[in-house]
């Protein structure tokens, strides 16, 4: 038995489980998706909000900043709006499974967007803004060993998803990823995300609040997510249609 192969309690525990086969009669590769499904809710609750500060910054060193607040509601619901800068103030972005809008008020009405798009420029896209449960897109196909970390392969489970695959490294203890690696279908390296600065958020909620992204096909531009404010809350559904993207701000300070 090769340790690709091994459950992810063996993965967990360390060498001496090694001779264990996957307990509890699952296969390997749903173990993997079981640890896949703890990464969500350790990074999120399952409905929340919390208020986000995206940086581009180019080769030159010149940045742009932009302060967002979002929720989310289920697996697949997310929207957002922008608070700063000035010329985004009130602009906002629903995702409802692949399907993405942006509002902006002067246009009135909201316009399709897609997932390789970015409402903001830089090198996170529309998919890593408003981004869903990682379960809801992606099948575990196997997890190993890595060094003192669990590396999951994760493959899209259709082909509107922004990444054909992902190489997920998860730190075993605390359950969060530590890197990504998104991958397109001919394999091609198209971005890698670092997560850093875990901390507690209270309520339970104690993750990364500081995602930095490089890829190869922006040389020199990098992209830093810094997250603040995350707490559960329940949200109504009104907050996820077309008809509310004009009222998102409203949803701030809410019980």
Known sequence: ???RNLSRRALLAGPAFLALAPAGGLSASEEAQALLREVDRNLEPASYEMYRKIINIEPSGARKEFVLYSAKKGRDRVVAVFLSPASEKGRSTL???ENMWLYIPE???P???TSLQSVIGGVFNNSDILRVDYDEEYRAERMERDGAEILLHLKAKTD???YDRLKMWVDPARKLPTRIDCHAADGLLVKTL????VKSFGGGITRPA???????L???HRSVMLFDGIRARDLPDEAFTLAFLPRVESLRGGA
């Open 107 to 109: 246009v009135g009405r």
């Open 210 to 216: 500081q995602i930095d992204t490089e890829s190869p």
């Open 160 to 162: 509107q998803v922004a």
């Open 194 to 197: 670092k997560f850093s600065q």
């Open 218 to 220: 922006f040389r020199g």
């Open 1 to 3: 038995m090769t340790e």
């Open 111 to 113: 316009v399709r967007i």
């Open 95 to 97: 995702r409802v499974g």
